[in-house]
């Protein structure tokens, strides 16, 4: 069971849909890159992969209402046991069934865990009415651990009042762990030489020198370590748009800004 917590815009989500296509056996997808050698099974296993982003958890209902219609599309690959009412049961049942049809052990992912949580701050009884569904829906992983392949939770701050961690008493976190300080952003090795023309089209609309470009890249959106004596890394939200916009700017900051 590991847990990665990472600022908003870092990343998360696309670390999240690449594991699921690994774990999937698309082969296809990683074509060119180092996986394709490294990796000579591509075994394809059940992937369980929850989002719960995208949702305005203010609505009442909203959150039971996610979680059913998910578990309602995983049901109907691996069908539905009409004794199982609860959202967690239900979430054990389906956990069990993938790995008695298919043979392999179950691949779980949920991006960003606590979102529910962290959009109804200010709002104390909704926000108790997500910790305790959450609370029951995620507690049954740790019962169904035998039938686990690999577990990622991701989200940006790690809640101990939401009490999924106590049930996940084996829980690794991996957010300050030296060896994953680059899973997600960039790093000034992976910048050059593959954004380089990018760098270059900047340089040119600013009327700047490559090497200016880059400078005022650095400056600008380098710096994070989460890690100590780690590389530092590049927000990726905000280098991207930049090369893209051909304009440097705070872009980060303006999605959390109001």
């Known amino acids: 069971f590991n847990f990665l917590a990472r600022p908003r815009r870092f990343g998360k989500s696309l670390l999240v849909s690449t594991l699921q296509s690994y774990f999937e056996g698309r082969k296809d997808l990683f074509t060119g890159l180092a996986m394709e050698t490294l990796e000579t099974e591509w075994i394809q296993y059940p992937v369980l992969h929850l989002d719960l982003t995208g949702v305005n958890y203010h609505t009442p209902g909203s959150l039971n209402n996610l979680l059913h219609v998910r578990l309602c599309e995983w049901e109907k690959i691996y069908g539905?046991?009409?004794?199982?009412?609860?959202?967690?049961?239900?979430?054990?049942?389906?956990?069990?069934?993938?790995?008695?049809?298919?043979?392999?052990?179950?691949?779980?992912?949920?991006?960003?865990?606590?979102?529910?949580?962290?959009?109804?701050?200010?709002?104390?009884?909704?926000?108790k009415q997500h910790i305790d569904t959450l609370h029951g829906f995620y507690g049954g992983i740790k019962s169904s651990e035998g039938m686990l392949k690999f577990v990622l939770l991701t989200g940006v701050t790690k809640i101990g009042k939401l009490s999924v961690f106590s049930a996940l008493n084996n829980l690794n976190e991996i957010t300050f762990?030296?060896?994953?300080?680059s899973l997600c952003g960039i790093t000034e090795?992976?910048?050059?030489?593959?954004?380089?023309?990018?760098?270059?089209?900047?340089?040119?609309?600013?009327?700047?020198?490559?090497?200016?470009?880059?400078?005022q890249l650095k400056t600008q959106y380098d710096g994070y370590h989460f890690k100590n004596n780690t590389d530092g890394i590049y927000n990726p939200f905000s280098l991207i748009t930049a090369l893209d916009k051909q304009e440097i700017g705070n872009y980060w900051f303006a999605t959390g800004t109001p």
């Open 80 to 127: 539905k046991d009409d004794n199982e009412i609860e959202l967690g049961t239900r979430f054990m049942g389906i956990i069990k069934r993938a790995y008695a049809q298919t043979g392999r052990q179950v691949v779980l992912l949920i991006d960003e865990y606590e979102k529910p949580v962290l959009d109804t701050i200010g709002d104390d009884e909704r926000q």
């Open 177 to 181: 762990d030296h060896r994953y300080a």
């Open 189 to 215: 090795k992976e910048l050059h030489p593959l954004f380089d023309d990018d760098i270059h089209a900047l340089a040119v609309n600013n009327r700047i020198t490559d090497e200016e470009a880059c400078a």
